[in-house]
């Protein structure tokens, strides 16, 4: 089984991103339960606004897009600016558009019997808001959604620490980074061993 982590930070290699770190905890259980994980960082591609799967010239989005179907598991990894998902997470979500006309060779939607979560950090409030926000649109995609297949830190309303900074919160959002973990799991496998079928036309 593979997952895919897709980071959303605003923040180019090598610099260090907050929401990746909290992110690594989701990876570790994964990889404990023998999931091959893999990660991508958007913003250090040239990935053009679009929605369809392929824009040409020098766009680096399709080898994103074949990672995704080969891999069961997807996590979007966000941090939280103004209360509202990154605008990597948007340009992201926006390209996948195209899923929705893509099929498997037995016309199931490619987005189908693979499950997706969230990871978000931010200094002000508004996790709640963008798991909302990306979880609702991969759920139109076809992704499945476990049931807490999210975990999140903030440090609260106004200015704070950021994510490494300090110990507040971790012992919380990292036990719920585990929970996620396992409920991703649990629902891939199920879903390996009783896929969701093509929808019989009438």
């Not at 605008?87 to 490619?110: F, H, I, K, N, Y």
């Not at 969230?118 to 709640?128: K, L, P, R, S």
Request: some cysteine; overall charge negative.
């Amino acid at each position: 089984m593979k997952a895919l982590f897709v980071s959303c930070t605003l923040k180019r290699s090598p610099e260090p991103s907050n929401t990746e770190l909290l992110a690594r905890v989701v990876a570790e259980a994964l990889e404990e339960r023998g999931v091959d994980v893999g990660h991508v960082r958007l913003v250090d591609l040239d990935v053009p606004p679009g929605v369809v799967t392929d824009l040409g010239d020098g766009d680096e989005w399709p080898p994103v897009h074949d990672r995704l179907l080969g891999s069961e598991i997807l996590v979007v990894v966000t941090p939280t600016w103004l209360g509202r998902p990154s605008s990597v997470a948007q340009r992201m979500l926006e390209r996948m558009d195209a899923m929705l006309s893509e099929t498997a060779d037995d016309g199931t939607p490619v987005a189908y019997n693979r499950v997706a979560g969230v990871v978000v950090t931010g200094n002000e409030d508004g996790a709640h808001h963008v798991i909302s926000e990306i979880g609702g649109a991969l759920a139109d995609l076809g992704y499945t959604i476990p049931g807490q297949g999210w975990t999140y830190w903030n440090q609260g309303p106004g200015p704070g620490p950021d994510y490494p900074d300090t110990q507040h919160g971790h012992e919380w959002s990292h036990r719920t980074g585990r929970l996620m973990a396992h409920n991703l799991h649990a629902v891939a496998t199920a879903l390996r061993s009783l896929p969701v079928r093509p929808f019989p036309e009438s």
